[in-house]
């Protein structure tokens, strides 16, 4: 018979369970391995940043890559290895398109902090690329995701209002 024999003490008992428990934890973290990769197959994607332009209607001020806050975020993302949260970007259009490998490819809709940390740190950056993305529903979607994002300042406010409003969106 080849199967294990079964404990008849407590410490067999014991032996037995953390065993069985190293096991599932290997399993687990092979199983979060196999999640990561099925996720970047489907839609994330790991881009250079620096293929990576901002769109027009960018809101966020330079200082805001100075702040506390933006020096955490990025020693997050550092010590994850990337940033976990994914950026969203379009494929670039018009002037903003580049030539090359090494011009710009996509252009940012959400995640300027992200993309920028991930510059600065030399990683690539998780984005999901979406491709039916026009300039209404980018301007919609950058001022959503930065609700839930570290605040805009008023003046950044006012000014991503104000080009909005200039250019009919």
């Known amino acids: 018979d080849l199967r294990p024999a079964v404990p ?3 410490v067999g008992m014991l032996s037995r369970m953390l065993s069985g428990a190293a096991a599932d934890t290997e399993a687990v973290s092979k199983l979060n391995a196999e999640i990561e990769k099925l996720k970047l197959q489907v839609g994330e994607q ?5 293929h990576i332009v901002l769109t027009r209607w960018a809101d966020r001020h330079a200082d805001s890559f100075s702040s506390q806050a933006f020096i955490e975020l990025k020693q997050e ?7 976990v949260q994914p ?3 379009r494929p670039a259009r018009g002037a903003a398109a580049g030539h090359g490998e090494e011009g710009p490819r996509f252009e940012l809709v959400y995640g300027s902090r992200r993309t920028r940390a991930c510059l600065e740190l030399g990683l690539p950056v998780r984005a999901v690329v979406d491709e039916n993305v026009d300039d209404q529903a ?3 979607q950058m001022q959503r995701e930065n609700r839930g994002r570290a605040n805009l300042s ?3 406010q006012g000014v991503s209002y104000h080009k909005a409003l200039n250019e009919g969106l």
């Open 8 to 10: 008849r003490t407590g």
């Open 46 to 50: 790991l881009l250079d940043p620096r």
């Open 77 to 83: 993302i550092e010590s994850a290895g990337g940033n």
């Open 87 to 89: 950026i969203k970007v």
């Open 138 to 140: 980018l301007y919609i």
């Open 154 to 156: 008023a003046w950044e």
